[in-house]
Structures are given as C-alpha cells and as structure tokens.
C-alpha cells in the first residue's frame, strides 16, 4: 500500500474557478504534512504546511483530518499562473522520511 | 542564501554504462535526500543522510545504486550498471531540523 494516495487528475478548471484536491495516507505515525508545487520540468517547492485547524495562505487553505488519514488543500478564486502539479507529502518522525504522492495536475484555462 | 546545487543538469548514456551525480545541500542542513522521479509519478525516496550516516535506504536498489555522503555535506550517487528504466529526473533535497525539504534542480537521465 502506497504512503501517500492522491487523484493524479488531470483537472482543467477555467480561470476564477476554486478547486479542490485530495490526498490520504496510511501511516498513522505521520506528523507533518505539506503540499509542494512542481511546475513541468522543474523542481518541486514547497506550496504550504498543513496544520491540524487548518491553515490559509491567500487564496489556498489546506486542511487535516488526523482521524480519516485525510489532507486537502483548496484554491479559490484560479489564476493562469497555479498550473502545475500539486504533490501532497507526509513525514514521519521516527526518520525524518518525507513521502511523496503521485501529484494531481491542474490546467487553468483562459 | 544559496539553494541545493546538482550536477550534471542532463545526462544520456547507454544501458550498462555508469553514470554519477552530485548534490551541494543548503549550508547547515544536516539531513540529505535523494528521490528518483519517473515522469508521471511523485518523487520516490532512495536514500536519506543524517550528516554522514545512512538513516534510510530501503528503496535504494543496492545492486546498481550507491551513494556516499563521506564529510557530511556533498552527496554522489551512482549507478552502474545502468538500466532502460533508470531514465528519471534524480532529485536531490535537504532539510534543517526535518522541518520541510528544499529541492535542488534534478539531473534528468535518460539511458538508451
């Protein structure tokens, strides 16, 4: 069973449209969770940390459900510019592994 | 302050040749990461360095992959003999504390 499980999409979203992404993991040891941005042919960076109350950056918000093993973050409001691939990462204290999902590709059309 | 640094950017080779990459960390970040990137698919650890020591490296293919990170700053990773389905981005990453991983740009291998 893989770490990390996201829908790999791909989602085409017109611009000004909000969408959301999901994301489950499987260890229950894990305790910290991020999303990274990767943009095609690049390296990935990181997008936000996803606290437990739920956090926000502008017009992202990423929340957690420890209970559910579940992660999302939501974009409002969709610019030309968040095309990429949006990869969600769980880490695991006992070494400091950060485990990766397949990514899900959004496409935001003029 | 300067990012993680990779080289080579790009390499072909032919399958059963050998081949090596090098990764500069961020200054003080004690903790290391090589990930291998298959296009399509998120990064897929390989080996993590805690300074010069190994901490993980269950998804490292030992027969064909090493890696070495002998002062505790600079990493190599090698592969020989390459195979076909080696062709990936190879990504390197550091960590201060394990707080968030911060990527370098990838060297993008292609084995034909």
């Known amino acids: 069973r893989k770490e990390v499980e996201q829908d790999p999409g791909p989602f085409n979203v017109p611009e000004g449209a909000t969408v959301a992404f999901n994301c489950t993991y499987s260890n229950s040891a894990s305790q910290s969770f991020f999303w990274y941005r990767q943009d095609c042919r690049k390296e990935p960076k990181l997008l936000m940390s996803?606290?437990?109350s739920g956090n926000e950056d502008g017009r992202f918000t990423a929340q957690l459900n420890r209970a559910s093993q579940y992660i999302s973050l939501l974009i409002r409001d969709s610019k030309l510019s968040d095309s990429a691939t949006y990869l969600c990462v769980v880490k695991v204290y006992t070494g400091n592994q950060f485990y990766f999902g397949t990514g899900t590709s959004l496409t935001v059309i003029p | 302050e300067a990012g993680v640094a990779q080289s080579p950017r790009y390499k072909i080779i032919e399958k059963r040749q050998s081949v090596a990459f090098w990764c500069n960390p961020i200054s003080g970040h004690a903790t290391l990461y090589w990930y291998q990137q298959i296009l399509g698919q998120g990064p897929k650890l390989l080996i993590q360095f805690q300074n010069n020591g190994v901490v993980d490296d269950s998804q490292l293919p030992k027969d064909r992959f090493s890696a070495e990170r002998l002062k505790g700053v600079d990493s190599t990773l090698k592969i020989q003999p390459a195979k076909l389905e080696d062709s990936a981005v190879y990504l390197c990453a550091s960590s201060l504390d394990g707080a968030s991983a911060y990527f370098g740009p990838g060297t993008r291998l292609l084995v034909l």
């Open positions: 996803v606290y437990s």
